[in-house]
C-alpha cells in the first residue's frame, strides 16, 4: 500500500491518540488538505467513510485496521526523517555537513535518536537521493540532493514509497490475473459464437509487483532503522536480498515462505514481531 506523505503523518498522528473522534492539528495536516487525505484514507478501506452532516470530515480508523495502521505509522517516522534531511540540504546545497540538518524538534514532538539520523542519512546515500563528500571520520560534508532525490521530493511520497512506485509502474510484469485467447478459422465475430473455430486460452497468474516492492522496501527500512549489530544486519540485508532475487527469478512460494521464515527467525522477538506483517504482505504479493 503506498500513500502520500500527509496521509501517513495522519495515520502517524492518530496512532499517538487514544480512540475516538479527533480534529487533526494544522502542524500535522493543514485543514485545507483534509478531504484529500480523508478519501485516500477511505479509499484504503483504514478509516470508517462518514461524512459529517455540517460539513468536515470525521477520521476514525477501522476498527479492522488498526495493525496496518501500527505498521503504516513506522514508515511515516523513517520517510519523515529522510524527507527533512532532502528538504533542508536542497535548500542550503553545497554547504556544511549533512550532521547540520538534524531535526531539531524531532517527529511529531518524539526526539530523533542519533543512531536513526545516521541511518536516514546513509540510507539516502545509498539510494543516491543526496551525494556529498566523506570525510575520514565518515561524516558527509557538502552535501546535495540528487536529480533522483528532487523526483522524490516532488512526489509527495516517502522515499520508500517512492521507489516502490517507481519499480512498480517501470516494471513490464503484468498485474493481477491476465487472460489471451489464440484464435484461427475465422473472424472475431465468429469467434464469439463459437463456429468453426479453436480457441487455445492462457491464464497467467503474475506477481503483484508493486505490493511487493513496497512491502520489501520497508522491511529494508526496518532493517535500516533498527538498533542492531553490523554482523545481524548484513546478515539479514543478505537473506532478503536471497529472498528477493529467488522471487523474481520464479522460485516457488513455498521456498519463498521457507526464505521469510528464515529470515524472521534470526531477528530479535520485537523486531521480528514489527516485521510480520510487512512479510505477510510480500507473501500475499506472490501467486500461489
Not at 496512532?15 to 484529500?36: M, R, T
Not at 460539513?55 to 476498527?63: H, L, N, R, T, V
Not at 520517510?79 to 555537513?97: E, F, H, S, T
Not at 512479510?279 to 500461489?288: E, W
Amino acid at each position: 500500500m503506498i500513500l502520500t506523505f500527509e496521509a501517513l503523518s495522519v495515520l502517524h498522528w492518530f496512532s499517538e491518540q487514544p480512540e475516538g473522534d479527533h480534529h487533526i492539528p494544522d502542524d500535522v495536516c493543514p485543514e485545507k488538505y483534509h478531504a484529500g487525505i480523508y478519501h485516500e484514507l477511505v479509499d484504503n478501506q483504514l478509516i470508517i467513510s462518514e461524512e459529517r452532516l455540517g460539513g468536515g470530515y470525521s477520521f476514525q480508523i477501522s476498527p479492522r485496521s488498526y495493525a496496518a495502521v501500527d505498521r503504516l505509522a513506522r514508515r511515516y517516522r523513517q520517510g519523515a526523517i529522510q524527507l527533512w534531511i532532502l528538504q533542508r540540504v536542497a535548500a542550503a546545497p553545497d554547504q556544511g555537513a549533512a550532521s547540520e540538518h538534524f531535526p531539531p524538534e524531532g517527529v511529531q514532538g518524539e526526539p530523533v535518536s542519533a543512531g536513526e539520523y545516521e541511518q536516514a542519512v546513509e540510507r539516502l546515500v545509498s539510494e543516491k537521493l543526496i551525494s556529498g563528500f566523506q570525510t575520514l571520520g565518515g561524516e558527509l560534508v557538502r552535501p546535495e540532493v540528487t536529480t533522483t532525490g528532487q523526483d522524490v521530493l516532488e512526489s509527495g511520497l516517502t522515499p520508500a514509497d517512492w521507489k516502490s512506485r517507481q519499480s512498480g509502474t517501470s516494471s513490464t510484469t503484468t498485474y493481477g490475473d491476465s487472460n489471451t485467447m489464440t484464435i484461427s478459422g475465422g473472424n472475431v465475430g465468429a469467434a464469439q459464437q463459437g463456429y468453426a473455430n479453436t480457441a487455445n486460452v492462457t491464464q497467467t497468474i503474475s506477481m503483484d509487483l508493486e505490493a511487493y516492492n513496497a512491502a520489501m522496501g520497508h522491511l529494508r527500512d526496518i532493517l535500516a532503522s533498527a538498533l542492531l549489530s553490523g554482523e545481524t544486519r548484513q546478515a539479514a540485508m543478505d537473506q532478503l536480498d536471497l529472498v528477493d532475487e529467488t522471487a523474481k527469478t520464479g522460485g516457488s512460494r513455498q521456498r519463498i515462505q521457507g526464505l521469510l521464515h528464515m529470515f524472521t527467525a534470526a531477528l530479535p522477538a520485537a523486531l521480528a514481531t514489527d516485521a510480520s506483517g510487512l512479510v505477510f504482505d510480500l507473501l500475499a504479493a506472490i501467486p500461489q
